[in-house]
């Protein structure tokens, strides 16, 4: 009984170490310590394919041109959550996309300022990542980057009403369509990569969109008032490829 008792310490003690460990973007719980914090967030340290990157537009390759994103959103229901990492939209039913030979769903996007991903070493005010997953598990995330401009519409449903609490959790009032989001054009940067948050699994495809997507000073300022900086820092690249079709 002892033993067995201890046993379930022991289990609870590692899980509370694991997956739950408490993480922040600086100081003690800050990007430089992820690895630090919990054995299973070991490859935010020592993995060799992280995300993200600064991706230099003169060296990405167009050998073997990747094939278009096949985008296939559709109008969902949503539930927007503040995490306390980030605001994140979960989508129910929201379509998905036809990648490298996969279908992937789309299951939730969300937000970090300013963008993580840099190109040329320039970062925009802000991204949305919309993660995905194929039926074996997968993931894919397509970003789409945000210069500072007019009022961005198809953000206004969420950014209108961010939810302010950590924790806390609201429906949409409409039915969100995550196409609204995409630039017109949807040339790509490609590249292997990681969770940008632990436990930085790796394993993830990466699509940058090419052309950014504006957001206004208002929205801007709304996200920031909620998440000042919510980036992890642009790992190496340790000899991947940057794939780019133009
Ligand atoms: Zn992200």
Known sequence: MAAALTA??????????????????????????????????SACRQGKAQSPVDIRADRASSTGTPAPIGFGYRASAADIVNNGHTVQVDLADGGGIDVAGSNYRLVQFHFHT?????????????????????DAGDLAVV????????????????????????????????????????????????????????????????????????????????????????ARPVQPLNGRVIVVNR
Not at 11 to 31: F, I, L, P
């Open 114 to 134: 300013p963008s993580e991903e840099a190109v040329n070493g320039k970062r925009y005010p802000l991204v949305a990542h919309l993660a995905h997953k194929n």
């Open 8 to 41: 379930l310490a022991a289990a609870a003690s590692v899980q509370a170490a694991g997956s739950g460990a408490r993480w922040e973007y600086q100081g003690k719980a800050g990007t430089a310590h992820w690895g630090e914090l919990a054995p299973d967030f």
């Open 143 to 230: 970003a789409v980057l945000f210069k500072r401009g007019r009022d961005n519409a198809a953000l206004a449903p969420v950014f209108a009403s961010l939810p302010a609490t950590a924790g806390e959790k609201r429906a949409a009032a409409a039915e969100f369509d995550a196409d609204s989001l995409l630039p017109a054009q949807r040339a790509y940067y490609g590249y292997m990569g990681s969770l940008t948050t632990p436990p930085c699994s790796e394993g993830v495809r990466w699509h940058i969109l090419k052309q950014p997507v504006e957001v206004s000073a208002g929205q801007l300022a709304a996200f920031r008032k909620l998440y000042r900086m919510n």
